[in-house]
């Protein structure tokens, strides 16, 4: 058994090592999957978006919008107003529309979604409005009630990650 074992190394060796080559293709050598490159001959890099266009005048907790290549990643965002949870939920998703079209995307190219409601009460309303918001095809999603409340007395707080 220990000799088998040492034939299929021994032959198994150069096998790897042409599997580690590139694939070529009219003349070039395509990306691989440990490429970082966005496809535009630069690799990509972390930008950070502030809505209006400034920066803010101290450094803050977190960022609203970041993109790093063709990635877009929106924060929490909450609605900080008396209202239902229709109407927290409609403000955020007219929020996330903003920042998504801000950085050159759009609702229907989400990802992913993170749903956080203060109480699970509120799923159905929220689901009301949220349907329909993300074009024929959403994207995944993950809804919780979050145990101790959402900061800024918001009634639901909403992430996402979506492509330009």
């Known amino acids: 058994m220990s000799s088998n074992r040492r034939d299929f190394i021994r032959k198994a060796a150069p096998v790897a090592a042409v599997a580690a080559v590139p694939v070529v293709a009219g003349g070039q050598a395509m990306a691989s999957d440990n490429d970082q490159s966005t496809g535009h001959g630069r690799p990509p890099r ?17 960022s609203p919008i970041v993109t790093y ?6 924060s929490g965002i909450g609605a900080h107003f008396e209202g239902d949870i229709r109407s927290h939920t409609d403000h955020v998703l007219n929020e996330i529309e903003r920042y998504l079209e ?7 190219k989400v990802l992913k979604v993170n749903v956080y ?4 009460d509120d799923y159905a309303g929220m689901n009301e409005v949220f349907l329909g918001r993300w074009g024929k095809e959403p994207g995944v999603r993950t809804t919780i009630a979050a145990a101790a409340g959402i900061p800024g007395d918001s009634l639901v707080e909403i992430d996402c990650i979506a492509v330009i």
């Open 46 to 62: 972390k930008e950070v978006h502030y809505p209006g266009g400034g920066e803010p005048p101290e450094n803050p907790l977190f």
């Open 69 to 74: 290549g063709n990635m877009v990643f929106i």
């Open 102 to 108: 801000s950085v050159g995307s759009s609702m229907e």
């Open 117 to 120: 409601l203060n109480t699970l």
